[in-house]
Antibody
């Protein structure tokens, strides 16, 4: 079975940094684009970033560009999201998701990890 | 950016009803549209991609249609498990955007 397991969330102060991780299993990780999507409490879904199979192409949401970095380590079946200069409005559940083929819709999602930005 | 607008925001319906949810794109996205179902506290579940292709394992009472700027998700006969929030998402270009969601509640 395909599994995506996020980790790394927690409470961080405004201006702080956090690194989220997602470990994939049950599929050939380096055959898939991967993505991060977030959801603020009580709000809708917001695409954050995605990364090509080999890590050579990265796309970011404009609202977060400059403050986030997506990366992957295919040898470890691992996806990461570095979050810097965090703001209260970055408080959200961050989901890791997999894209089949070359289309940017997510056919498998992790359970999410909660990031809370507060003093 | 391509804006996705879902209607209605909330829909009240009963078990057995046929319901249709609408998603409109601010410009043509061909058929590059996906639908997801989300229940409270859970990750989104993919239902449909390419506007009308059902994900594996999704019941046949779900169907999607449309192209260009107008899309619909239809549930032919509501089941108790279907009461949830539904999101559309385009993947025509970056940035990828989602609709604001339609909450389907029990009447």
């Amino acid at each position: 079975d395909v599994q995506l397991v996020e980790s790394g969330g927690g409470l961080v102060q405004p201006g702080g940094s956090l690194r989220l991780s997602c470990e994939g299993s049950g599929f050939t990780f380096n055959n898939y684009w991967m993505s991060w999507v977030r959801q603020a409490p009580g709000k809708g879904l917001e695409w954050v970033a995605n990364i090509r199979k080999d890590g050579s192409i990265k796309n970011y949401a404009d609202s977060l560009k400059g403050r986030i970095t997506i990366s992957r380590d295919n040898s470890r079946n691992s996806l990461s999201l570095q979050l810097d200069s965090l703001r209260a409005e970055d408080t959200a559940v961050y989901y890791c998701a997999r894209y089949p083929g070359n289309s940017a819709y997510a056919d498998s999602w992790g359970q999410g990890t909660l990031v809370t930005v507060s003093s | 950016d391509i804006q996705m607008t879902q209607s209605p925001s909330t829909l009240s319906a009963s078990v057995g009803d046929r319901v249709t949810l609408t998603c409109r794109a601010s410009q043509s996205i061909s058929n590059r549209l996906a639908w997801y179902q989300q229940k409270s506290g859970k990750a989104p579940k993919p239902l449909i991609y390419m506007a009308s292709t059902l994900e594996s394992g999704v019941p046949s009472r779900f169907s999607g249609s449309g192209s260009g700027t107008e899309f619909t998700l239809t549930i032919s006969s509501l089941q108790p498990d279907d009461f949830a929030t539904y999101y559309c998402q385009h993947y025509e270009a970056y940035p990828i955007t989602f609709g604001q969601g339609t909450r389907l509640e029990i009447k």
